[in-house]
């Protein structure tokens, strides 16, 4: 069997994506190979798929249970034998997979790194033993101190070599910067390795920064058109996690916390609830998500800056894993910059404190571009990009720009006279002729020295680092981050050269089409998915991806040879579930007259990346359906049940039209109920609705809340 038929018959596809075929071929070589991926990116295909083709034994290295469970379901399910050996398991569930070892009966065994050195193993012995064709290290940056997640377990990896000199092993990366990725070869003593750098792109993320301003409630007006869509919110600490969750909760949001103070028992059942779409959002610190293979998560924001790029970068690659529009939100204040500057500097090393300084200063320059945030994330993997991505705030955003030559000929004259020794914040303090002591006396008696008084400190911050992104300044390799002129700051200096800057508001955010399917359907085929889930035992999206469902909506197919051509059923997919997902394609069409499309759809598999609208225009046709169904005579009960919404979500699609004026407010809360809704609301305001039940009582309901606020809006003028 060649790589590509195995590709088809076991996972679905009919092509490789990146530098998926290339590596196989190498490994199936016998070479070593180092290969970074972006997350979603397929890296796992990279050894899942020699691991078929070979006679014997493959070992995956991976850092967390949860993952390796994750993995084994979904190879399980695509009639690929895989098991995992670690601590939660019982000694007779450990015997047997020792003794199915023995049998030659798995393809794909997952270890984490301690139990294959831990001082009392006896499993590397044993392991030896058995023919071992292949050894992949998922997560491959954890082994270096340069990585944004070092795992000192992971440095046990550095002996593989010794005991299995012959194998070929594979190290996977999402996310590894020059320095990372020379320091796992070294460590791992990988042999002349082959190494493989997908593009980093991912196409079907929309990137956006947002300044802090009160940013629970910027949380829940992104929110409030994606209560059916699942999302990961990063905060930088534990309690943060657990009190903005409570906060979601008592808005009627499906959210849990999860971080590595929680009791094993609660992050096992919040993390299995959110994977098995039970829960909707998941509000952790970083202590979750690495390995979560969970496709359909739609939104990643952050609440917080991250520490680095990499750590950032990883992060948001949890959404769209299955290659439908997603987003990528991220609330910044320039405050973080100074709060978590503690965080990474080390006091008893200096040169990794360095590096991880420079590393934060890179973070704030992209929470404060003013070009493209797409091209600056690839030029830091050291990969080309155009200059305007079309889907990131940026190039979504028409933005004001004014002559900032003269700010920008203050700035460059400041950092000339100061020697190019200091960094940004030093710099913009002499600029505003601060008082402190901490600016040279020398410094107070230079002509420079407070001339940019008149600009506040965040301007004056932000300026800085538009100036870098430009061009006209850098900061330095070595040391501490110090600004530094560059060929470009003469021109300017000289008069020569016109700076352009750009003012903070936002005039206008361009969209673009959603693509067409029956959403009726994809709800349908979301509830056949999701008690085939709950019947096998596994997450929803280990049974088919939500690429895959909207691709059925999409094209209709009508039989089993049509349903083959879509993505992600493979031969074991089809037999076992096809025909329960046909039924309800066959039923859907025939009540409203829809033949099949599939002769629409492309020969070729390759999943295409559709720039999404920012959802808008799908939440207008599904509150619309919900409005016709209420004007139709429907209770909100009676809508939610019968197309697979909460009745929250219809309460919501329901209100808009109380404030368009095409529903009466008294269709949901009787008139004598409005004047006490009505005081709450103008005494305690509508931010949120929790406070406001509060206040009136349980004889007064969220709907009826929801509905007299509505109702204001339309009234306000």
Known sequence: MTPLQALQKYFGYSEFRHEQEDIVKQV?????????????GGKSLCYQLPALLMDGLTIVISPLIALMKDQVDSLNVNGIPAAFLNSAQNPDEQRDIINRLNRREIKLLYLAPERLFGSESKLINFLKSLPVS??????AHCISHWGHDFRPEYLMLSGLKNEFPKVPVIALTATADKLTQKDIVDKLALHNPAIF????????????????????????????????????????SRKSTETLAANLKDEGFSAEAY???????????????FLRDEVKIIVATIAFGMGINKSNVRYVVHMDMPKNIEGYYQETGRAGRDGLPSDAVLYY???????????VTLEDNEEQSRVMLRKLDDMATYSELHTCRRKFLLNYFDEEAPD??????????????FDGTLIAQKALSAVARLNQRFGSGYVVDFLRGSKSDKIWND?????TYGIGADISKAQWQRYLREMQAYGYLKTSDDGFPVLKLTPKSDAVLKGTEKVELTESQIIEEKTTEIPPFESELLLMLKKVRFDLAERENVPPYVILSDATLQEIATYLPHSLDELRKISGFGDIKLARYGREFLESVKNYSAERGLSSKISLRSAKRERKIREGKQRGEKVNDTRAESFNLFKAGQTIAEIAAGRGLSPITVEGHLTYYIQTGELDVNDFVAEDKIPAIKDAIESYGAER??????????DYSYTEIKAVVSWLNREAP
């Open 197 to 236: 750098v997908a593009s980093f792109n991912r196409a079907n993320i929309t990137y956006r920064v947002i300044l802090k301003n009160k940013s629970f409630y910027q949380l829940l007006d992104f929110l409030k058109n994606r209560t059916e869509d699942a999302g990961i919110i990063y905060c930088l």
């Open 259 to 273: 971080h590595a103070g929680l009791d094993n028992a609660t992050k096992a059942r919040n993390q299995e609830a």
């Open 28 to 40: 199936l070589a016998g070479h070593d190979v180092m290969a970074l991926m972006p997350t979603g």
């Open 689 to 698: 609705l929790a406070p406001l039940k509060e206040v009136l009582g349980s």
């Open 388 to 401: 305007n991505c079309g889907s990131c705030d940026i190039c979504l955003s028409e933005y004001k720009k």
């Open 443 to 447: 410094h107070k008696q230079l002509k």
């Open 333 to 343: 204040s320039p405050g973080d910059v100074m709060k978590l500057k503690g965080f």
């Open 134 to 139: 292949q050894i992949a290290i998922d997560e």
